[in-house]
């Protein structure tokens, strides 16, 4: 884990807040992968970022969330008008490479949201 | 559809009581096969890539196996240090090759 930087690692909203989950991927990793893990549930993809772009957002609900990873600064996971079901870890994952060259990729320890 | 599942979804073992973990998968194209460790209330640390059926890779004592429909993290005498939550993923050769997960086996060895 060492190397992909999450924060904050734990994040109390109540509901209809927004929350921000900053990632700053390894050194010399170019994409970034969010994933969401509820209780009792597996990891579930989110979205698929390089630098200024969105390569795959297929896992990413279409309402209240969104990502970037701009040119300068960390990807951010943005969650709007928070609700309870929105509570779990978020983890962010990196690789040099898109993950079709067969790079393996690295998790952070993960950003903790709590919706009361 | 693409999927993964792992077995047991728990194991308790013995200290050096050696043990194998279970991840089946159904892909049409296997682009990779991914091994991780989670401890509770951490990120999941990489353990192994497999790409190929017959590949085995062995880091102290766990070894992974891959065959064309399952792969197997095998613990050879256990340590309680090893007690931890094992993902297993996959990655297809079609589509976009994001790493799909399994819920995990929950292994917890007794000193």
Request: hydrophobic share 30%; with cysteine.
């Amino acid at each position: 884990n060492a190397g992909v930087m999450q924060n904050p690692r734990h994040l109390v909203r109540r509901r209809g807040q927004e929350a921000r989950l900053r990632c700053s991927p390894m050194k010399g990793h170019s994409h970034v992968y969010w994933y969401r893990q509820l209780p009792e549930e597996g990891l579930k993809f989110m979205v698929y970022l390089q630098k200024e772009n969105i390569i795959d957002e297929s896992g990413m609900p279409k309402e209240r969330f969104s990502a970037e990873f701009p040119k300068e600064g960390p990807s951010i996971l943005r969650i709007q008008q928070v609700v309870r079901g929105d509570s779990a870890a978020y983890f962010c994952a990196s690789s040099p490479g898109g993950f079709h060259s067969g790079n393996t990729i690295y998790f952070g320890e993960g950003s903790w949201l709590t919706v009361v | 559809e693409d999927q993964v599942t792992q077995s047991p979804e728990a194991l308790r073992l013995q200290e050096g009581e050696s043990s194998s973990l279970n991840c089946s998968y159904t892909v049409s194209g296997l682009r990779g096969l991914f091994w991780y460790r989670q401890d509770p209330g951490k990120g999941p640390e990489f353990l192994f890539t497999l790409y190929s059926a017959g590949e085995e890779k062995e880091k102290e004592r766990l070894k992974a196996t891959l065959t064309k429909k399952e792969s197997f993290l095998h613990i050879t005498a256990p340590k309680p240090e090893d007690s931890a939550t094992y993902l297993c993923a996959f990655s297809a050769s079609g589509g976009s090759y994001i790493p799909t997960f399994g819920r995990g086996t929950s292994l917890i060895v007794h000193p």
